[in-house]
Nanobody, 126 residues
Framework: QVQLVESGGTLVQAGGSLRLSCAAS????????MGWFRQAPGEEREFVAA????????YYADSVKGRFDISRDNAKKTVYLQMSSLKPEETAVYYC???????????????????WGQGTQVTVSS
């Protein structure tokens, strides 16, 4: 089992920046690929970013490329999502997720992730 706890969500103005954190506990963290997803009310859960288990490769949704940065610190068992130039339409609950044995084609599919945090609310005001 892997337990994930997100933090850092808050109200921010459009154009602002925010850093989310996801702290993991339980099984060894280094073997899991970590992803961030978000879900707005009435919408399906949407892929945002992922970082490979080794930390060597990162992947982003087209809508956030160049504005968001995902990173991980395996020693601290923490993954981060640095977000900048935020837009009101990015208001959502942001979730951290962990997956093992995943391939690149599956990175974007939320059903492929085994463990999830409770989510943290990000509200971007216009």
């Amino acid at each position: 089992q892997v337990q994930l706890v997100e933090s850092g969500g808050t109200l921010v103005q459009a154009g602002g920046s925010l850093r989310l954190s996801c702290a993991a506990s339980g099984r060894p963290f280094g073997g899991y690929t970590m992803g961030w997803f978000r879900q707005a009310p009435g919408e399906e859960r949407e892929f945002v970013a992922a970082v490979w288990w080794s930390g060597g490769s990162t992947y982003y949704a087209d809508s956030v490329k160049g504005r968001f940065d995902i990173s991980r610190d395996n020693a601290k068992k923490t993954v981060y999502l640095q977000m900048s130039s935020l837009k009101p339409e990015e208001t959502a609950v942001y979730y951290c997720a962990a997956a093992s044995g995943i391939n690149r084609a599956q990175l974007f599919k939320y059903r492929r992730y085994e463990y999830w945090g409770q989510g943290t609310q990000v509200t971007v005001s216009s």
